[in-house]
């Protein structure tokens, strides 16, 4: 498909920016599970730059908001949207810890491993749970990037979740409803309302 005008189609990043080097098969795995949600093609952005003001010494943590101000320059651009993963734990100001955020109906989302693997042992390191909660995460906050709010159904990826619980109950695709407003989001983008 060609854009307008010359105007590239937006496509999907998905872009490791942690201090450790990506686990093995991590991203891979997560790009595979976009591409089947999403219906789109993911790729991955290779930049070595790194959130430069991110870190809070007071908190030990990186702010979320701050990544995503950051992304929406250092990343691959409009119109295209962008997932950055980190191993960084990240925090927004009133919450103890964030697993991910997002601009909603925005370009730019970021989703930490640091609390889905509470007790990483070498042995768990990057394995399937891992990669499995990932999943859900990174497609949870690209569909606030598209624009999708939360949803009240628990198996829903779209639903709530602040524990480990919680993204274990969830599947890793979208209802039906989240679906049709996906569909619609993404074709007319800034129509959301609710
Ligand atoms: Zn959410
Ligand atoms: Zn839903």
Known sequence: MKG???????????????????????????????????????RVWHGRERPPHAFDPKRNQHSSTRILEWLLHAGPGAPHRVLAVTDMDLFIPVLTFVFGEAQLGGRAAVVSTARLEPAPTPALRGGRLLASRLAKEAVHELGHAFGLVHCDRVRCVMSRSSSLIEIDAKGGGFCDDCWTRYLDLREHPGSSHD
Request: proline share 8%; charged share 20%; aromatic share 10%.
């Open 4 to 42: 307008k005008a010359g105007a590239p189609d937006p496509s999907l990043y998905l872009w490791w920016i942690g201090a450790e080097a990506t686990p093995d098969g991590l991203l891979e795995s997560v790009r595979g599970h976009m591409d089947r949600v999403f219906g789109m093609t993911t």
